[in-house]
Structure formats: C-alpha cells, structure tokens
C-alpha cells in the first residue's frame, strides 16, 4: 500500500510539474549564445513568442566579422507529438533574415553566397532545449540556408 501511495504521489507531482518548463501561448522567452560555421562565430540574441500551443514566433539579430543577419521565425515543437517530458524541448521551423554583408572586409576574401545581391534570404532550423529550471534553459540549433547556416549553442530564459 505504502509503494502504491508513493507512486500516486510521484505521479502527481509530475503532472502538475508538466506544463510549467516549455514556452506557453502567449509567453515570451529570451534567447543568446554563439554560432559555429565556417566562415564566421557569430553571437545572437533573439526573442520567441508562444503563438500557439505548439508554434512560436521568434526574431533574432546576429552579429560576426563577416555580417549582421535580422531575421524572423518560426518553429513548430513537437513536445506533445513525441509525449516528451517538459524539461525536453525539440523543435523545428523556417526563418526570413537580411543578410547585410560588412563592407570593410575585401571582397575577393568573402564565399560566394556572403553577398548582398539577395537580401532577403531563407532557411530552416531544428533544435532543442534542455529546461535545467523552470525558467532556464541550454539550447543547440543546426540550421541551413544563408541568413543562418551551421549551429548555435545558447541559454534560453523564460520571462513569462
């Protein structure tokens, strides 16, 4: 009987535990951290909004030797799909970003596709996050395209 209690208990507190981690409708969360790719290290910082139960809304501004990219977002998250735990959250979506080349560097120096010939420019990202509390969280994103192409490596915060 007593192991029968202790599972009841564990089991609810893990219900109500669930739900409180990933981003919520109509929550904001802050993102930051670094780029790996080939020709630059970029350092980014963008927003996300909770737009549905499993779609956000995000922008990020990124900054490296070669570019500064602004882009937008969207990612759908498949934590109710895979039956993930909160703690876990996996996603992935497209982005929109101006690519804006910096002008200082010598142009013979810089990959083909670093133009401002195309200044809209879209790609796709998959990714995931490890919730550490409720409000913080360590995230990797692989991506393609030119307004962000390689990995990033960040934290994420909750802010509501």
């Given amino acids: 009987m007593k192991n029968l209690v202790s599972f009841a208990l564990i089991a ?3 219900s109500i535990a669930q739900g409180q981690y990933a981003l919520k409708t109509g929550g904001f969360q802050a993102n ?5 790719s080939g020709w630059a290290l970029p350092v980014y910082a963008g927003v996300d909004y909770g737009f549905d139960k499993n779609i956000s809304l995000g922008g990020e501004l990124s900054f490296s030797f070669l570019n500064t990219v602004v882009s937008a977002n969207a990612n759908y998250h498949f934590v109710e799909m ?3 735990e909160d703690v876990f959250d996996v996603y992935g979506g497209v982005n929109m970003g101006f690519f804006i080349r910096n002008q200082r560097l010598n142009p013979e120096s810089i990959p083909p596709y670093y133009s401002n010939s195309v200044p809209l420019n879209v790609g796709i ?3 995931g996050r490890y919730y550490i509390n409720k409000n913080f969280a360590v995230n990797l994103e692989l ?3 030119i307004a962000f192409s390689g990995a990033k490596i960040g934290v994420s915060y909750l802010l509501r």
Avoid: K, R, S, V
């Fill in 143 to 145: 991506g393609g395209g």
């Fill in 82 to 84: 895979l039956q993930l």
């Fill in 32 to 36: 930051g951290g670094f780029g790996l």
């Fill in 125 to 127: 990202q998959i990714g």
């Fill in 12 to 14: 609810l507190t893990c």
